[in-house]
């Protein structure tokens, strides 16, 4: 047990070091002629990406990072992607922001961080956003896109028949399993599927993939589907609520603390509430592994309550669009719209945990009276925007979408 909890992490940071030092010798792209973009100080490719661009692949060779303060840098993509997936995240993340149906999408966002150009690169500019793995060990990771097609009402008819050719099952289905990474019995020993695994999946086997994605924690599968279950009805309530905003080509992304992780980088307090949660697991005594659960949310940190500012402080310049705003604007006036602005979320996300405890009242599996009250290792976050479109209507593919995905949680529940 000790020997697990112990063992190092150190294959997964050696793999991504070696990449991060391969790719800074500027390595021609195999076949596309290019050069990689130069890796800006104090970053490596993201070593726990499960799909979407890749860091030295593709035409451009730009992909995800992760810079050493732990935020993850998304590569600002072409016009007009790039704009408007900036432009989106920063009228959520307006400290200003006054509108319900932005601010109670928040909590279901990585936080934006600020928009970050490297001074060795005046070219490129990044994302800076709160690394949704980021309090996870040993995580299994899944990036599902939602919709029942991948492409905008602006694309072509070529950008249409690419995107329909990829995928049949899609326009039934409304989703697809894009990348997963799922945990092995140590970190570095994890085992990522990409897209062609996810595409690979007929309707009739999707079930098989969700299943595949849950095997990195067995004894605490029927927890972690429910709580997914659960998680997945608040973001589908908050689409059921608005008629503003259509998200194409948008991912959810799932994870899950593995079943064995490497307690070795915690404090001591942290490590002791681990060990005595795996203690409660391995001796079949739920309640002594859900009271030494640690630091686990239901919802990613409110903004305004995070650990920004010592990020900053680490030497990453931010550009001043998400940050700092406080010239000419009374800091009581602030503080105040903050506070309308922080009721307003979390009446949303009581009255969204309200109805949801109510809708999943029938389901087959429940959890032990003792423990109604169970924090599950899980998070969850709605990533990739640069196909989000505003028309005066709901959003009904996605709904669609996220209902089916729903409906397959369940199935996989019942089965268990
Ligand atoms: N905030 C985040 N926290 C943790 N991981 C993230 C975050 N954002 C992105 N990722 C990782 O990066 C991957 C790609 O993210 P994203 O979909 O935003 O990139 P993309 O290049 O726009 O994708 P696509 O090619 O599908 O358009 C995700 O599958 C996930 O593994
Ligand atoms: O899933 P695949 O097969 O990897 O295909 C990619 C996927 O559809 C991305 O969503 C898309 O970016 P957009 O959604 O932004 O169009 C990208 O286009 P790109 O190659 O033009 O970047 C495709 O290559």
Redesign the pocket.
């Known amino acids: 047990m000790s020997k697990v909890l112990l063992q190092p992490r150190t294959a997964e940071k050696k793999r991504t070091l070696e990449d991060a030092e391969k790719n800074e010798k500027e390595e021609v792209l195999e076949g596309t002629g290019c050069t990689n973009p130069p890796l800006p100080r104090g970053c490596r490719p993201?070593a726990?990406?499960?799909?979407?661009?890749?860091y030295g692949q593709g035409r451009l060779g730009i992909?995800?990072l992760q810079h050493m303060d732990g935020s993850?840098l998304?590569?600002v993509?072409p016009p007009p992607?790039g704009k408007r997936?900036v432009g989106f995240y920063q009228k959520i993340f307006d400290a200003e922001c006054d509108d319900p149906v932005l601010l109670t999408l928040q909590p279901f966002l990585?936080k934006l961080l600020g928009v970050w150009t490297p001074p060795s690169s005046s070219l490129d500019s990044y994302m800076k956003?709160?690394?949704?793995?980021?309090r996870f060990r040993n995580p299994s990771?899944l990036?599902i896109?939602i919709g029942r097609v991948s492409y905008d009402p602006e694309a072509n008819q070529e950008k249409r028949a690419i995107e329909s050719a990829k995928y049949p099952p899609l326009y039934d289905l409304g989703f697809q399993l894009?990348?997963m990474?799922v945990s092995g019995p140590s970190p570095n020993e994890a085992i990522f599927y990409d897209k062609k695994y996810g595409r690979s999946l007929s309707k009739d086997r999707i079930t098989e993939g969700l299943d595949l994605f849950l095997s990195g924690n067995v004894p605490w599968k029927k927890y972690i589907v429910k709580a997914f279950i659960q998680r997945l009805e608040m973001i589908l309530s908050w689409f059921e609520s608005q008629k503003r905003y259509q998200f194409y080509?948008s991912?959810l992304?799932l994870?899950y603390e593995g079943e064995f992780f490497d307690g070795s980088s915690d404090s001591d307090e942290e490590f002791i509430h681990k060990f005595f949660f795996f203690l409660g697991i391995l001796h079949g005594c739920p309640m002594l592994a859900v009271n030494h659960l640690y630091k686990v949310s239901m919802f990613p940190q409110p903004a305004g309550n995070n650990d920004t500012g010592s990020r900053e402080s680490r030497g990453v310049a931010l550009s001043s669009s998400t940050t700092g705003r406080e010239s000419g604007y009374s800091s009581e006036v602030e503080s105040k719209n903050r506070r309308q602005s922080a009721a307003i979320r979390n009446e949303f996300v009581a009255s969204l945990s309200r109805r949801v405890e109510e809708s999943t009242r029938d389901l087959k599996y429940r959890f032990p009276p003792e423990i109604v009250d169970v924090r599950i290792e899980c998070e969850y976050?709605m990533?990739?925007?640069?196909h989000v479109f505003e028309e005066p209507r709901s959003d009904v593919d996605y709904i669609y979408g996220l209902r089916n995905l729903i409906a397959y949680f369940r199935k996989v529940l019942k089965q268990l």
Do not use: N, Y
């Open positions: 993201l726990h990406q499960v799909a979407g661009h890749r992909g995800m993850i998304k590569p993509q992607r997936e990585p956003l709160e690394d949704a793995c980021r990771i990036d896109k894009l990348g990474r080509s991912s992304l994870i976050t990533i990739d925007f640069a």
